[in-house]
């Protein structure tokens, strides 16, 4: 079993799964079983500034997405910063940092986009002994028309400027949590970077609404008689959230600042794949608050035997191992030819290749091998698309095989070895 | 006279009430655990929905297996009864009685890759259920044709007809000699897949689209002839399925305690008290098919104590799939192969015993199963339905159809058991009726115009 030992701006922690700032890390009580159940860090819930207590909604808060088992894909929520006062926090966090000297205690903020407001807090959460600070810059609800939080995160240059004043007024490790909200995330990202963060975390939720409750005609979950859009997260968020990672992780501009991943994280496999793409560590909150914290435990023994089989001695191996795998469209090989293909011992003739093909892509795939029932793929027809593969319901039994060295039936002409994109191809009148 | 043999030469000396009310409760409700709404859709979600499934393709009745799936899946239970019932008027009984496991549930795609079908006779019941529950209606009539059918028997294939003839605008009159329709579904089917008076409640559902009238117990051939029906309507179509029972031609086969099967699952199905219904100590069965199933495991759930299904040739041949021979084995039925009956041991005009040969197995010996009860499901044939006046063209001694079930006599289609070539299933009977409706209403609206 590889040691899972994790390093993130300094911070020491036994692993690479952190709990994102959410109701999971609100108060000592679930942070003391987080830490016991095995999890290396915290990022507390976001912390406001003192003055009245945050109203939070006494109807539903959170809407899901469910497959048809019940399964739950996606969940959306309407919850605000922390609603418990703000000196209860500062001190559960100090004794919390305390009798868990070896995890990861950082301290998530928000408060008004004022210096002063910023400098208060700072000064209060240095005298936690906390590891570091979240700019929540994300939530997009509720904060957000207050002017805060996705408020600031939307605007480049309100993120330099917040992150620039807490490296000025405190000593305190830097993270800015990004909004997928926005159009390219680099343009925060950079910003951050302009402002010297120590590292980014992303992604948190993402604006929507659930459903429609279409007997009582109203948009569902609401508050009473009516709802309002909420953040959307859990596993149906994973691949945005693995796109913009990607994106920071190779943005030249972004200098290689280390990232914090969120977004959809349920297991080791998906763990995995944020770290390949660029993350330092990752954090997690629907699939906490799905499961329990007791899922950190699979978490770790996987991700330990896949670093083993792997041949990896530690997480900082896994860590950008995929990034240059990531390109954009016109850098693609245009020559690389691929043919689907049915491995007739495990096809069980369901036909939904057939169908698909048929109906929506390129009529490449027959229905009668010798004169029963059977999938074929035609060669001469087959563009490699890849769609046969993602709708046969058995692993493994559509392959796409590499073409080298032959006439692609397609063409009638002969595969090249040679690279050339699209920048480099004759029917580019721009190239 | 030794006691036990004057016991057994009267009939009522059987022991009666072997079992308390809740024993015979629990043996004749429903053997199948409907689904609930969670789990229908849990199933439906498994479904591959296949291009050109094969469950459909082998359905008798052609039901839109995927389609209706896919609806149940999307909580859109009654569309999937819809769906079903527009092919299978008895999709109902159906998803209770249909052997699956030789039709749709055989074909499906996942037997080949997990071995678990889909439970597609299950999510059948499921949406009919829901339908009924719901009070659904999903068939309504055309403008009245003026034409008039008649219909000899109320079974599925009688039915069927019937109803697919009202939806067409056409008037319907069904001659039916028992006293309840539904033929073999409310006389035949083992209890426990009818359970709850279901062939009762799934005829008034049929019937409730109207222009059909029954006539019971009129008994085309004695009550009114034959003759008369052609006279009086447009067409006539015959559903009467199989009337007689096939005999052993064993001397004895008269003695008290040798039965038909069909007979006393008959008196079974309409009984009150099964307490009341005789029930030997050893009984034997003899035959291989759904029926020697049927008797076999009921009359064990009325508490017999040895029952023993003798069947001439092996197992591979029996009519009875693997399913249900499995079904006979775990309720303690034993079964017997190669094992053709040469006599009946009979002491005071009852039955005591039954001597069997190795059949057409190499061994030819013969011995001696003792029974104080003798149950025959060897088959069914076809009852003459009139003398002398009308004679139909026969293939196997039944009635000879074309593909749209007309018979050789013009006028006159037929279909169900009574006609060749079926499968004796519940759903081809539905489908017979069906095509043959079909087809009368071409030839109607023909001889019109
Ligand atoms: C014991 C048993 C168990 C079975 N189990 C199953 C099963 O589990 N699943 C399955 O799919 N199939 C099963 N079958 C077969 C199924 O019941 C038949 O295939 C189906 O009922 C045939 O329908 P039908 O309309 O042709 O005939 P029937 O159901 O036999 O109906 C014929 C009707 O015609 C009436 N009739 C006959 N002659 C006259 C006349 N001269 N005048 C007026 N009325 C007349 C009869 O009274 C009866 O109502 C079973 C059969 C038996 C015997
Ligand atoms: C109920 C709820 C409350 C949240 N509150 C906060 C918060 O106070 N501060 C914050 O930065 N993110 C908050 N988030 C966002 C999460 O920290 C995280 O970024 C997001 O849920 C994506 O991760 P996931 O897919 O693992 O849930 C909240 C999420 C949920 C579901």
Redesign the interface.
Known sequence: MIDLKSTFIGIQTPNPFWLASAPPTDKAYNVNRAFEAGWGGVMWKTLGEAGPAIVNVSGPRYGAWH????SLMGLNNIELITDRDLEINLTEIIQVKKDWPDRGVVVSLMVPCEEQAWKDILMRVEDTGADGIELNFGCPHGMSERGMGAAVGQVPEYVEMVTSWCKQHSDLATIVKLTPNITDVRNSARAAVRGGADAVSLINTINSIMGVDLDQMKMSPSVGAQGAHGGYCGPAVKPIALHMLSEIARDAQCKGIPISGIGGVTDWHDAAEFMALGATNVQVCTAVMTYGFRIVDDMIDGLSRYLADQGMSSVDQLIGAAVPSVTDWNQLDLNYVVKAQIDQNSC?????C??VCEDTSHQAIS?EINGE?GFEVKDEECVGCNLCVNVC??ENCITLRELHDEVDPRTGEMVSAEYRNWTQHPNNSMA | MTESTMHRSDQSAYAEHLLNEAEYQQNFSDIHTPFSA?SA??E??RC???????CQKICPTGIDVPGFIRMI?QNNDIGAAGKILSENIMGGTCARACPVETLCELEC??N??DDSPIQIGLLQRFATDQASASGAEFFTREAASGHRVAIIGAGPAGLSCAHRLATLGHEVVIYESQEKAGGLNEYGLAAYKMAGGYAQQEVAAILSIGGISIKHGMKVGENISFAELQTNYDAVFMGVGLGASKALQLEGEQASGVMNAVDYIHRLRQIEDLGQLPVGQNVVVIGGGMTAIDIAIQIKRLGAANVTMAYRRSQQDMNASMEEQEFALSEGVRIVHWAQPVGLRIEQQMITGVEFSNGQGPDTDTYTLPADMLFKAIGQSLASIESGTIEFAKANGRIDVDAQRRTSQPGIWAGGDCVAGGDDLAVSAVQDGKLAAISIHHTLIQNQA
């Not at chain 1, 069980?348 to 939904?352: A, D, V």
């Not at chain 2, 591959?48 to 094969?54: K, Q, T």
């Open positions: 497959g048809k088992d019940r069980i003739k369901c036909g939904r057939h169908i229905t029932r319901p058995v | 969670h859709v849990v439906a979600d591959y929905y296949c291009f050109d499934a094969p899946s795609v996942r080949t890759q």
